[in-house]
Each structure stands twice: as C-alpha cells, then as structure tokens.
C-alpha cells in the first residue's frame, strides 16, 4: 500500500516536473512547478514527517511560489519562442539526463568504494520510530540540539532580505 | 472500526459538511443582505418569500440562466482553473474543524470532524496560502488592467496579512500545546468558580484574538479590507471579467472562506462547542453543536455589522496597518504569552 502511494505521488511529481519543461508559456511551468511542490509535501507525509510536510505547503507553494507568480504576471513574459534549429525534446532532456547520469555515476562509485556509510547527521536523529515527524520532535531539534545553525539561518536570511532592498532601492 | 466502516462515516460527514456548508453560504448572503439593510434603516430582500427566505435560490437561478460568456482575449486554460481554485480551497478548509465531542451511534464511536489531524491548523494556514493563487491567476488570466490592478491588490493584501494571522495564533499554540484542532478545544474545556469558562479569550489571548480578526478580515478581502472587489474603486477587481457561474463560484469561495474564519475563531479563541450541557441524553448530544454553532453564527454577524458600518482602508493604510501595526503587535503577544507560560 504504501509502495503504490509512494509510486502515485512519485509520478505526479515527475510528471509535473517533465510538464514544467514541456509547456511554452512560463505561466504553465510556474503552475507545473506547485503541482511538484505538492507532491513532494504528499512524499514527506508519506514519509511520517507530517510537519515538514504542512510547512512546505505554506512556504514553499504558498509563499515562495506566489513570488514566482507575481514575477511572471509582472513582467508580462510570453510564451517562449521556439529555436529554429534545436529539437525541444533534446533540450528538455538534455540537462536533466545529463544530471541524472552524473548522479547515477556518483552514486554507483561511492558505494564500491565504502563511502556512503559517512552520516552528516546530528545526535538526535534516529531515537526513536514514535518521536519523529511531530511538531514537538522537530521543535526539540531545532530549538535545543541544532539552536545555533537555526539562528544563523536567521541572520543569513535577514541578510539576504536588506540585499534585495538595498540593491532594488532607487537613486534618488 | 474496519477501513470499510472507516470509509463510510467519512464519506457521510463529508456529505453533510459540504451540504450545510454550501446552504450556510447561501444563507449568509441573504442574512448580509438583511442586516445591512436593517441597520441602513431599510428592509432587505423581503418580496421573495416570507421575510425573503427564497431570495438565495432566485440568485441561484439568475446565477444558472446568466449568459456564460468568456471573452476572447483572456487566456483560458487559467481563466477557467481559477474559479475552480479558489472554491476548492475554500470548501476543503472546513474538513479539519470539529464541530462536536466523540458521538456513539450504534457501535460506531467517531468524533464530529472530517479528518482530526494533528496539524490541523497548518493545514488551514497552508490552504489559505493556496488561495492566493485563485485571485492571482484570475486577475492576470483577465488580460484586463482593472482585473490585474485589482488582483495584484488583493494578493499582496492576502500575503502580508497572512504573516500576522499566522503569527497571532502562536500564543493559542502555546497555551494549547499542540497543533490539533480537538486539542486546542479540550484544553479549554471547564470553568473558573463554576462559571467563567476557561477559554483562551479569557486566558489571556485577547489581544490575539483582536489581531486574528482584523487579520481574517483582511485575508477574506471584506470592509473594511475590500479595496481590491469595490465597484467604485476597481469596476469589480479581480472578478470583472467573470461572469455566471464562474463569478457565483468566486462569491461562494469568499462566503465559505468567511464561515471557516468564523468557525475558526470559536475554536481557537471561544472554546468550540464548550457551554452548559443539561437535560435527557438526546439533548445532551445535541447541546456542544448547538454552542458551536451559536458562537459560530455570532461571528458572521459581527462580520456582517463590521461590513455595514466601516469605511474601506486605502491601499497604503491597508499596507501600512498590517507590516507596522499587527505584525509587531502579534509578535509582542507571542513574546508575552511565551514569557508568562515559562513563568510558571
């Protein structure tokens, strides 16, 4: 069963994400593009980890992808052109084949040679199957084992925010 | 209960949350109607039926017999998805709402919600993000600048006031501990000397409720927060170019939307469907759905007497009171809230 949800959801995301190459008009990819975010939130719940999943619908297709949107309906971007002489299938499949090769490559020579037994992972990751995807789990991580990552992400990204003002002010 | 049975009683309680939800909206427009003309000093629909309680169904048969006209130049596949969005979004927030206490029908022990997650309010939270998009794509699909102004208003309006509802509820989440809808309900269930429930609006969270209010009104697009749809200001914002059931499906979503805020705010802050429970078994059953219901129609009252009282915001003061006045003040609220919790 969960084999068969896993395959379902998998395809919509692949699907969505081949869509998101084939259509001409960005509008369409931008909408392709939360379809995939969508199926990755159904992929974490899937996964037991309930709380990431929400938090990926409100950030990631509700807010970030809103940007995306105002992006395109601002600039008022047209259908793309197609190039006279490339085959669309060959540059829709090109780059992503391209990459999966590499990481099918990648993959196939650190098992042979031992080195994907190295974990990145920090202490408090595999306690226990009942204290995982909750909120209160995750909020125990962030806020007591990983505190200091968490408000240097923080910084960064008030950082990143004053960037973005400063460089779209006007020059008075 | 055996996933067959499981199914069954969902299927059911989908069927009537859609049906009462779908008469509720209904309703609502004839009960806004009504007020606004009773405190204009005028009476409201009152030809169509007695009291005019049939005037819903006459605009849901003008709605049907409208010309359904889509104009050439909008761009269609998103023109027509739009609508859809928007109603989807709104009827499918109301599955995480609990209406009543666990019930025992026969052998069957279910509670009085669709589906009692333990994300319940991020569900609603992620949803009402999603809805963003309905007004957005519908503005833009328009190719009409009204439509697209109106849109772009109201999303950016949709987006910065979801920041400060979201926000707002962080001192309820505290107080609660948990995400769940039933749980934030249980916990504030009993009374202080026997007659003072202990509701979070009395635990201290006025404050909040007051900025989750403004801030609902704000995300439903409704006065004082209607720049974006007033005929004076935009012809009809993002729904000038829509028409028949297209546009009765955007006005659904907007009533439904007002509901789940409704129902929302007996839950988070009013303690759901708590209130004096007396009498035979039947009504014993009955009572807590009565309560939420009465709480829940208080609210959309309140909406309704707000709308015919207040003018509309301007745009920059629109902006301006969500950045600089509610969001410091929710998080003010969450920093107080958090300190007097750990204070204990």
Redesign the interface.
Do not use: D, K, R
């Given at each position: 069963m969960h084999l068969v949800l896993f395959l379902i959801f998998g395809a919509l995301c692949v699907g969505g994400a081949i869509n998101l190459l084939a259509q001409k008009h960005p509008?369409?990819s931008a909408?392709s593009l939360?379809v995939v975010m969508g199926s990755l939130a159904l992929l974490y719940l899937l996964l037991g980890a309930?709380?990431v999943?929400?938090?990926q619908?409100?950030v990631y297709?509700?807010?970030v992808m809103?940007l995306f949107?105002?992006v395109i309906?601002?600039l008022n971007a047209g259908a793309e052109e197609v190039l006279p002489h490339a085959s669309r299938v060959a540059v829709m499949l090109g780059v992503p084949g391209l990459i999966l090769g590499l990481a099918i490559g990648i993959w196939v020579i650190s098992r042979y040679a031992g080195l994907d037994k190295i974990s990145i992972g920090g202490p408090a990751i595999m306690n226990g199957a009942e204290s995982f995807g909750?909120?209160a789990s995750v909020a125990r991580l962030l806020f007591r084992d990983f505190l200091l990552p968490f408000e240097v992400t923080s910084v960064l990204i008030l950082i990143a925010i004053l960037g973005a003002v400063v460089l779209a002010r006007r020059e008075e | 209960m055996s996933i067959g049975t499981y199914i069954l009683v969902s299927l059911i309680k989908i069927v009537v949350v859609v049906f009462v939800l779908l008469t509720a909206v209904a309703y609502t427009t004839l009960a806004e109607r009504k007020v606004v003309g009773h405190i204009q000093n005028r009476w409201g629909p009152s030809r169509v039926g007695p009291f005019g309680i049939w005037q819903p169904l006459a605009d849901g048969l003008k709605f049907i017999f409208k010309e359904d006209l889509t104009p050439p130049y909008v761009y269609k596949p998103i023109y027509l998805l739009a609508p859809v969005l928007s109603l989807t979004v709104a009827l499918t927030a109301i599955a995480v709402v609990p209406i009543g206490p666990w019930v025992t029908i026969g052998n069957i022990h279910t509670p009085l919600q669709i589906a009692d997650v333990n994300i319940g309010l991020l569900v609603v939270l992620g949803l009402t993000g999603i809805g963003v998009y309905g007004i957005a794509l519908a503005g833009w699909s328009s190719n009409s600048k009204y439509s697209m102004l109106g849109s772009l208003r109201a999303s950016a309006q949709m987006v910065s006031y979801e920041v400060a509802l979201g926000l707002s509820l962080i001192g309820v989440l505290i107080l609660s501990g948990s995400f769940s809808l039933r749980e934030i309900v249980d916990a504030q269930s009993g009374t202080w000397l026997g007659f003072i429930p202990k509701w979070n609006f009395f635990k201290g969270q006025f404050v909040a409720f007051f900025i989750y209010i403004m801030a609902a009104y704000a995300e439903t697009n409704r006065i004082p927060f209607d720049l974006a749809e007033a005929e004076t200001e935009l012809v009809a914002g993002y729904h000038t170019e829509y028409s028949s059931m297209k546009f009765a499906m955007f006005f659904m979503a907007e009533y439904a939307n007002m509901f789940t805020v409704a129902c929302l705010a007996t839950v988070l802050f009013f303690g759901g469907w708590s209130g004096p429970v007396f009498g035979p078994a039947l009504l014993r059953a009955c009572l807590p759905v009565f309560w939420f219901l009465l709480k829940v129609l208080t609210f959309i009252f309140i909406y309704i007497w707000v709308r015919a009282t207040l003018p509309r915001f301007r745009y920059d003061q629109l902006m301006a009171f969500g950045w600089k006045f509610l969001l410091p003040l929710a998080v003010a609220n969450t920093m107080v809230t958090a300190l007097v919790v750990a204070l204990q």
């Open positions: 509008i369409n909408l939360i309930e709380f999943a929400a938090v619908i409100i297709a509700g807010a809103v949107v105002f309906m601002l909750n909120p | -």
